[in-house]
Every structure is written in C-alpha cells, then in structure tokens.
C-alpha cells in the first residue's frame, strides 16, 4: 500500500504525524509526504520522500490577510473561528490542491492522510478517486468553524468536480482522533468515523539532539520550562516577563526562545536561569516539575509527562486548547493581555504548590497512555484501503442528532 501524507509546512503539523507514518513505514508500506518545499528537507531529513506542494505559511498568512477582513482581528477565539477556516480552505487550499492532483496521479498512492488543517488533500484525494483519512492535530475544532470551511471550499470541490462534504473533506472515511477524552470537545460524539490513536509527537520529538552541559549540575529544586513554540515566539515581552516573575523564585528556569530570537538580548541572568535557542523538549520533559508554553500541539506531550502547564496563547487554535487545559483542572491561563511578571510569578507558585493540578495532568497522561497507539491506526487506514468505505466508530453520534461523516 501507497500512503500519501499530506500537512502543512510546519513543525506543530508535521512531527504529529512522524509516528503514525512510521508506524505505516514499519508495516512494510510506503509513505511519502507533501507539503510546501520550504518545509521539504524537514521531512526529508525525518527519512521520508517530500513532494513540494502548496504556499509556505508567511505566503498563505499573506494572501490571507489580504483576502478576509477577518485578518484584522486581535488573535483571539474569533479570529481563530472566523479568519482561520477562510485561510486554510480559501488560501493554502487551492494552491496545495493545485500541485497534489498532479503528484497523486504520477506517484499513485492508494490512500492520502491530512493534518486536518491541510484540506487540499481530499480534494485530490477524491479527483483521484482514493479514500483519504484525516489525523487530528489535538482538540476537535468547532463544528461550525469546519462548516464554514467547507463553505469556502467548496468552490474549489466544484473546480475539480468533486464532493468532499460540509466539512472541508473531514469525517468523511476515518478521523484519528488523538486528544484524550478528558481535554476533547464534547462534538466529538457527532463524528461517526473517530477512532482514538495515541500520538505524543510535539516539538522536539524524535529531533535526536542532548541536553546541554549545564543540565546536570542544576541544583535539587523544582524545574520550570518554557516555550512559544516555532511560530508564535516572536513577542519578546512574553519572555520578558517571565523572566522577571521568575527569576528569583526557588526554581530552575529553562527558556527556549526559538532559531530566530537571540538569547543574548534577554541580557545577563542568575545562575538558575538558562536561556537557549532550542531544546528537544522530548529529552526536557522527563526532567521538569512544570512548563509555560503557548497551548499548541506540544500540550499533550507535555500533559503526557504529566506536567501541570500555564498557557500563554498567542494565536491559533492555543486560545481553545488553553480553555480545555483550565476546564480539565491540569493547567493554568494567562491571555496576552493578562501577561504581567505577577501574574506568571503567582500562577507557577500555584501550579508547583498545589498538587490538584499536577495531579489532574497525570489523569490525562494515564488517559493518553490507554490509548490505542499509531500501529491501530495503521490497521485502520489498511482496512479503509480495502473496504474503501467510511469506518463507523462503534456507538458513534450523540442524542443531538448532528451525525458526521458518512
């Protein structure tokens, strides 16, 4: 069997699905990736063939901004809601679509499996005729967020004479569902195909690497990680202010600042704080007794840890994920506009010294640990690629009657 993965050309949607498409890979099939070319020798570098495809992300956000007003808007739910599904259906959509049908009708993969943010790849996947799967990214978005991404894909559907359904493509075969039950939206119970799959793959998973000298001498106290990710790291006065609230707090504190920040800007500090471009949060975790980070796809590895965090969101599907983190008691939330040295000082203090949340996050690590893992997920797209029809969940769809997929 030929599987054609397909996301967009970033971290957060890419080292998601590492361990699903090794795990296809260990089955004896073949995989290979698509994404914008930037992103390319990422993949590459991850042992997988790439096939250039679609705008990188500064030129979708760019078209995009210029296309919706909704652009305009502070980062937030509403912008999330509201300006996000018009980017990704009505922007990197048409131009991914544009370079996959031809790379599906040369390479000839039997199915194609999509972040569920990339929705050029069931257009191409039904212009070919070929079932596709889709691989969440964490949280369920909003039904009505992925209804209006249909909407504005479906002049696109029609383009190439295909019907993806009101979803953008999503629910139709398989969704691999990979957010435990205590952070998912309750939606869930309306989408017919979701098959839970365990798959802990944030920043920094399998990226190889050690930890830096210093790390074995810090001294017997609590340690406290922080990260913006790769993409929303670009605000210095975050970091600054966690700095000043933690500084001087009986603490390790270990800030990674992102390839494009100098730590040297952040100027001289004491000797428990450690300020470095990057850290393979996977050799971090293990180690920490906390984590700051902005609420992106690295939640669930590092509630998979069972680490209490405190979400700063800066963009995004975060303000969603932050939302769920508080809800489910593993985790605190600051907004952008709430960021204060206090603030950050005050919600550490309460996420060391309170063990409900540290004891909430292990909860959810116990959760992600009884999942099914990435090679049930493999018999899940061999068994569409035979029967070639949705896979109804068992007890799918909830008393509201707003059934998907199918």
């Known amino acids: 069997m030929?599987?054609?993965?397909?996301?967009?050309?970033?971290?957060?949607?890419?080292?998601?699905?590492?361990?699903?498409?090794?795990?296809?890979?260990?089955?004896?099939?073949?995989?290979?990736?698509a994404t914008a070319g930037?992103?390319?020798?990422?993949?590459?570098?991850?042992?997988?063939?790439?096939?250039?495809?679609?705008?990188?992300?500064?030129?979708?956000?760019?078209?995009?901004?210029?296309?919706y007003p909704e652009g305009e808007l502070p980062p937030g739910k509403e912008r999330f809601e509201t300006f996000v599904p018009r980017m990704l259906a009505g922007v990197a959509a048409p131009a991914r679509a544009a370079d996959l049908v031809p790379i599906v009708a040369d390479w000839r993969p039997d199915l194609v499996v999509h972040d569920e943010t990339e929705v050029g790849g069931p257009v191409a996947a039904a212009a070919a005729g070929i079932p596709w799967a889709d691989q969440s990214v964490g949280i369920l978005r909003?039904?009505?967020?992925?209804?209006?991404?249909?909407?504005?894909?479906?002049?696109?559907?029609?383009?190439?004479?295909?019907?993806?359904?009101p979803f953008a493509g999503l629910f139709r075969y398989l969704y691999l569902d990979v957010c435990p039950p205590r952070l998912q939206s309750p939606?869930?119970?309306?989408?017919?195909?979701?098959?839970?799959?365990?798959?802990?793959?944030?920043a920094g998973a399998g990226a190889g690497g050690e930890l830096p000298g210093w790390f074995a001498s810090l001294p017997a106290q609590p340690t406290v990680y922080v990260s913006l990710g790769t993409l929303f790291n670009r605000d210095a006065t975050v970091?600054?202010?966690?700095?000043?609230?933690?500084?001087?707090?009986?603490?390790?504190l270990i800030l990674t600042v992102g390839h494009d920040n100098d730590p040297e800007a952040f100027g001289p500090q004491?000797?428990?704080?450690?300020?470095?471009?990057?850290?393979?949060?996977?050799?971090?975790?293990?180690?920490?007794d906390a984590v700051l980070n902005q609420g992106g796809t690295a939640v669930l590895d590092i509630l998979g840890h069972g680490l209490p965090i405190l979400v700063l969101p800066q963009g995004a599907n975060q303000f969603h994920n932050a939302e769920a983190c508080v809800?489910?008691?593993?985790?605190?939330?600051?907004?952008?506009?709430?960021?204060?040295?206090?603030?950050?000082?005050?919600?550490?203090?309460?996420?060391?010294?309170?063990?409900?949340?540290?004891?909430?996050?292990?909860?959810?690590?116990?959760?992600?640990?009884a999942m099914p893992g990435p090679e049930d997920g493999v018999a899940l797209v061999e068994r569409l690629h035979r029967e070639q029809r949705p896979l109804h969940s068992a007890g799918a769809g909830s008393a509201s009657g707003t059934h998907t997929g199918g």
Request: proline share 8%; hydrophobic share 45%.
């Open 38 to 67: 930037e992103f390319c020798p990422h993949v590459e570098k991850a042992g997988f063939p790439a096939f250039p495809a679609g705008l990188s992300l500064p030129r979708q956000l760019e078209e995009a901004n210029r296309r």
């Open 142 to 165: 909003p039904l009505q967020m992925l209804r209006l991404a249909g909407n504005t894909l479906a002049p696109l559907a029609r383009e190439w004479g295909v019907d993806v359904g």
């Open 327 to 369: 809800h489910a008691g593993v985790g605190r939330r600051l907004l952008p506009g709430e960021v204060s040295a206090e603030a950050v000082r005050a919600d550490v203090r309460l996420l060391l010294d309170d063990a409900s949340y540290r004891q909430a996050a292990e909860a959810v690590a116990a959760e992600l640990a």
């Open 270 to 288: 004491p000797a428990n704080v450690h300020v470095e471009r990057f850290i393979p949060q996977a050799l971090l975790l293990p180690h920490c």
């Open 187 to 202: 939606e869930i119970g309306d989408v017919k195909t979701a098959h839970a799959m365990r798959n802990l793959a944030g």
């Open 239 to 252: 970091f600054a202010a966690v700095l000043e609230g933690l500084r001087d707090e009986p603490l390790n």
């Open 2 to 33: 030929r599987v054609l993965c397909t996301c967009l050309p970033g971290h957060g949607h890419f080292l998601p699905m590492r361990p699903f498409a090794t795990a296809v890979a260990a089955a004896g099939h073949e995989v290979a990736f």
